[in-house]
Nanobody, 111 residues
């Protein structure tokens, strides 16, 4: 199983980023997927999750209305669209499938 995140970077407050997680080594369409984040000195927290077909999603209260999780089962990829970014969104963002994690991608929101 391999999960490879990309798309992180430095963005100004109010800006947008789109994270991607490319999955391999398993039948992607059979698994719910999720995004987590971990800020310095804080515990890792769930940001968003999506079911196998994308028919159901859920979000942390702190990102509702700003972030959107989606997936493309044909491309074995899950996405996290992040809009209206705030400095408190600064963290390493991880893709997860059950007990498998990606290496993370850094998102920094700063002027």
């Amino acid at each position: 199983v391999q999960l490879v995140e990309s798309g992180g970077g430095l963005v100004q407050p109010g800006g947008s980023l789109r994270l991607s997680c490319a999955a391999s080594g398993f039948t992607f369409s059979n698994y719910d997927m999720s995004w987590y984040r971990q800020a310095p000195g804080k515990e890792r927290e769930l940001v968003a999750a999506i079911t196998t077909t994308g028919g159901s999603t859920n979000y942390a209260d702190s990102v509702k209305g700003r972030f959107t999780i989606s997936r493309d089962n044909a491309k074995n990829t899950v996405f996290l669209e992040m809009n209206s970014l705030k400095p408190e969104d600064t963290a390493v963002y991880y893709c997860r499938r059950r007990n498998n994690w990606g290496q993370g991608t850094q998102v920094t929101v700063s002027s």
